[in-house]
């Protein structure tokens, strides 16, 4: 009897959209469309993301601050770029109580204009410098595409270091620790991803240069964060200098990065399958579920040996829920696989007689006999290796749909992740976008030099250009 | 040399301004009035108080949510008192881009008006109750008072906990374990503090009744938090019913416990002094600080130990700093005593010699000579000293400020908190309110029955009623 029925993975849209609100993620009927409510289940795992990301910026001597969510309309127009860019993604308070304000506020999409005006307080000297903060917060954008849990929302959490510099070669610096910070990051979630130089007709608004972190979700790619150069871009409006050591005035380099819950959207996206959600360990709520098989007459006593693993599990560090529910267990099977836990254990009379368990993986769903005393350095290796595996199996996939295409304005089959010889000219790649439907990703995040022409002008290729679907 | 010269903590006001910005708890500047920004030593406190309450959250089996930082205002219509007694302060959102809104939405100055609609299709059965969540987010309110930091802000950040109960019964069970949990925090935070039930003239929009927590700073009361019962107030209009065991329908009642950063505020208020800010241990971002006292020749060596010293007290489970700046000993003192360190260890060549440290406690100013090999002991004895001092002799300071007053209708000097008896009519207390310009915050959370008569109309009294001037 399964009351919830998935569509099948496959069906990905209508997969995708039964599973957030099936797994406990995030309820949709919430009366703002795009607007939607994190549930308990979906918040505690956004929450291990946000502890994650808050353990690398400490790490790297980022500190933590909270900016207000509304931004005056005068320190918005600053900086022209931007103000084009985000305009018309604004939601603005107009009114507070019953007068009409004298300037109106916007909800932020993004954090810059609150930010550089204060910068430009904090930031004196060259001993100022780097400055390194970030925040955790909701950002707002009025999207008029069709809305998607965890993945184009309009009250968005969002994630946004912004650091500021005495030259460009320090921001360069600064954004070769992000790119390590994401890889550090990614290997926990399990998301694979490549990094690409998107176009300059693609960059942030305001950005001298903008690298995409993507991943490909169903056949198409889904940007889950960025790193913004911006150079002195918004220094200069927004008047953030500092003295050096000899009293001179210079502007600062600035660099963003930011990533938003569209990691949790990928990691449902990318590990689900028929059953459910697959979670990676260091983000399930409960990384093992204990399901004890009753015995008629025996109940008690099995219920009682199930508590005291689950209190040895919980002493080595684990997180451990025991599902003792007046359910028939392939009910609670079904419930668990649904909603992610990496690993079961079931443990009925003839486990106790023998002293084993039954562990069950999710990612695999291969079952084992395992003894009760090897059974804490058994689990935690398998933790480990369903880490391993959930990110090695989906960088594979990823790099099995990635093809060279020779001639992408003739083609029939566009491949998911399509590479291109490319001359550089904007005009060029905007026909291959145009021909194909797809969007141009970018060049690789390192320099990839391209023999041959380019398959629209003819001209010889400077690099390759990537193409994808996204989202 | 004392560059940042604090006004005395008896220019209570200016002394506060200057804290909260001098010590790194918030900057003022930002170009919102009464939206600051959260700096990085104010937001740490600020997490660690929320860290407090989720496991004060979590030990009593309430589930974190997080629900849209916008209602719309049809759903913020339905309760008839609430919006009139929250409409005038609403920031409202009118436009998205370009476009003007069809439903106007709000910034939402707490959740009833959002969580009530889904808390009807949430719940269905008795089996759904007790429902329990919380939730700790931005909240707006457009003040006209004067604004204060952490005590009148524009935008706030607010702890608020929801849940619904099959009866009354069961939601005033709810408001006694409330009452426990906050007797837990405000050990920890070290705010002493009184609960009364509001009189009814002064409950929350939409209440069945209200308690406020209040706490005394600097000769006026502040409310740190309310508990509110709603009886079926909400669950009517927003129709949240639940089926009982025998197929019948019930509408829910409900409770709801809302505190804010104002306990920041409180903690500042209420134990800072002349020389800055004494932060609860539990709180501070660095319970101990080490300074050295370099002799010349020895300055590695003594930098050395203290290194070694701070490992040690890490792995004794403190959050230590060294502070090794370029600047005479005495700066570091004062810098670090402004910030409210609760212990400082002083180490130089002759603690070296002897195998001590000096130790000074922020609370009380002593100083002592310490032995190294027990020291770590010490130190976590006098952490718990720390914390139960503070809580201690501000809770005496509370008591000392109350006094019953006979007449408060002919009293020329009206005492910090004024207990008057009464009669019940809620004329009564209003003249006194008027005559004494002060706020009647209520009776005392358990009924305290009163001899004699009402000090305004001569009828016999029936209890107690507080007043005080409020923040």
């Not at 909270?66 to 900086?79: A, D, Q, R």
């Not at 000219?425 to 390192?446: F, V, W």
Request: net charge negative; proline share 5%.
């Amino acid at each position: 009897m399964r009351l919830d029925e998935l569509p099948p993975r496959d069906d990905f849209n209508d997969w995708y959209n039964e599973i957030v609100e099936k797994a406990g993620l995030t309820d949709k009927r919430y009366p703002i469309k795009g607007m939607n409510v994190w549930t308990p289940y979906g918040w505690k795992v956004m929450l291990s993301i946000d502890s994650l990301i808050r353990n690398e910026m400490e790490r790297t001597g980022h500190d933590e601050v909270n900016f207000p969510t509304l931004i005056p309309e005068s320190e918005f127009s600053k900086e022209a770029e931007h103000i084009k860019g985000f305009g018309k993604d604004v939601y603005w308070v107009t009114h507070a109580g019953e007068n009409e304000l004298d300037v109106r506020l916007l909800l932020r999409p993004t954090s810059e204009t609150a930010m550089y005006p204060m910068f430009s307080l904090w930031i004196r000297s060259h001993s100022d410098l780097p400055l390194k903060i970030f925040q955790l917060v909701s950002t707002f954008r009025y999207e008029t595409k069709q809305t998607r849990a965890f993945i184009r929302v309009r009250e968005i959490h969002f994630f946004e270091a912004h650091t500021a510099h005495r030259d460009y070669e320090d921001a360069e610096r600064q954004i070769k620790e992000d790119l390590e910070i994401l890889d550090n990051l990614m290997r926990k979630l399990c998301i694979p991803y490549e990094v690409h130089k998107r176009p300059d007709w693609d960059k942030f608004a305001g950005a001298y240069y903008s690298l995409g972190i993507d991943t490909l979700m169903a056949g198409r790619i889904l940007q889950i964060g960025s790193i913004h150069q911006y150079r002195d871009n918004f220094s200069k409006p927004y008047d953030i200098t500092y003295e050096d050591e000899n009293g001179e005035h210079h502007h600062v380099h600035q660099t963003t990065y930011g990533m938003s819950e569209r990691l949790f959207g990928a990691i449902i996206g990318i590990h689900g399958d028929d059953h459910g959600l697959i979670l990676p360990p260091e983000l399930a709520p409960y990384q093992i579920v204990i399901v004890p098989i009753p015995k008629k007459g025996h109940q008690d006593e099995v219920y009682g040996v199930c508590n005291s693993l689950a209190d040895e599990l919980k002493a080595g560090g684990f997180r451990v829920h025991v599902d003792l529910r007046e359910l028939r267990p392939g009910n609670k099977y079904y419930h668990w696989e649904l909603r992610g836990v990496p690993v079961r254990i079931e443990l009925g009379m003839r486990d106790m007689e023998n002293a084993t368990v039954m562990v069950f993986r999710r990612d695999t769903m291969d079952k084992e006999v395992v003894k009760r005393d090897e059974l804490i350095p058994y689990i935690r290796n398998m933790l480990s290796d369903i880490e391993r595996n959930l990110y090695e199996r989906a960088k594979e996939k990823m790099k099995g749909h990635t093809a060279l295409v020779e001639n992408p304005m003739e083609i029939e089959e566009v491949p998911d992740i399509m590479k291109v010889r490319w001359c550089g000219d904007e005009e060029c790649g905007l026909k291959i976008e145009e021909r194909t439907d797809t969007s141009a990703l970018g060049t690789a995040e390192h320099e990839e030099e391209a023999e041959g022409t380019c398959p629209v002008c003819g001209k010889p290729a400077k690099t390759y250009l990537y193409f994808a679907k996204t989202y």
